[in-house]
């Protein structure tokens, strides 16, 4: 359902490598890009995610209420991924836990101030 969701940056270069390093984290990696994007994932037939500089060639602006939620493929996973992001100077939006039964998840802010998820849900 999900092609790709992209946020902006302020410093592409900056951006890509906090990005190149948190994903890496769970096997994704840089896929293809132009001077002022960057598309990540783990496949061309799979979700991606996008980092840009903002095409009107204004500021960056995170939107309120738009968060990215990426699969840590379970607990472990989760906290692997919110620790690396602390080490790469993200800040800290909610340390991973459980939310409801079904949900444990970790909450960060990048470097942009675009607000991560990292999460394992269980299924019925």
Known sequence: MLGYA???AKDLDRACA?????LAEIGAKQLMGMDRIKFYGTG???AM??????YDEQDQHCGNGTMIAIPGGNREGV???????????AADEGEPGERNPVFYGAYVRDLDGNKLCFYEMKVG
């Open 6 to 8: 992209t946020i902006g």
């Open 18 to 22: 906090f990005y190149d390093a948190l």
């Open 44 to 46: 061309m037939d799979a």
């Open 49 to 54: 995610l996008a980092i840009c500089v903002p």
């Open 79 to 89: 906290d692997k991924l919110y620790a690396k992001a602390i080490e790469l100077g």
